[in-house]
């Protein structure tokens, strides 16, 4: 059974900073491409940002130079390092991984984060 399970989420001031965490089980994690995404109340999820099995990274361009995702396949988790927050940033934030070996997309159950004075 796979799952991923994010903590990290919660409420800072415009400015701040938070790290997500997102742990995954019942995959090869090293072998897998994760990615966290983002959904604001009334908007579409989408991609913030994503790295591949090799280290590989991309993000959304209203992230770049404000988060920063990496991963730790020791741990078999990844993370999101979010600095300089801003109240656009407000949303609950998904954890994507993507196995191979079974060509499928996982999700987890989502982390809020509220930036707001």
């Known amino acids: 059974q796979v799952q991923l399970v994010e903590s990290g989420g919660g409420l800072v001031q415009p400015g701040g900073s938070l790290r997500l965490s997102c742990e995954a089980s019942g995959i090869i994690f090293s072998m897998s491409a994760m990615a966290w995404y983002r959904q604001a109340p009334g908007k579409q999820r989408e991609l913030v940002a994503g790295?591949?099995?090799?280290?590989?990274?991309r993000y959304v361009g209203s992230v770049k130079g404000r988060f920063t995702i990496s991963r730790d396949n020791h741990k078999n988790t990844v993370y999101l390092q979010m600095n300089n927050l801003k109240p656009e940033d407000t949303a609950a934030y998904y954890c994507?991984?993507?196995?191979?070996?079974?060509?499928?997309?996982?999700w987890g159950q989502g982390t809020l984060v509220t930036v707001s004075s």
């Open positions: 994507k991984a993507y196995s191979p070996n079974n060509r499928r997309d996982y």
């Open positions: 790295i591949t099995s090799g280290g590989s990274t």
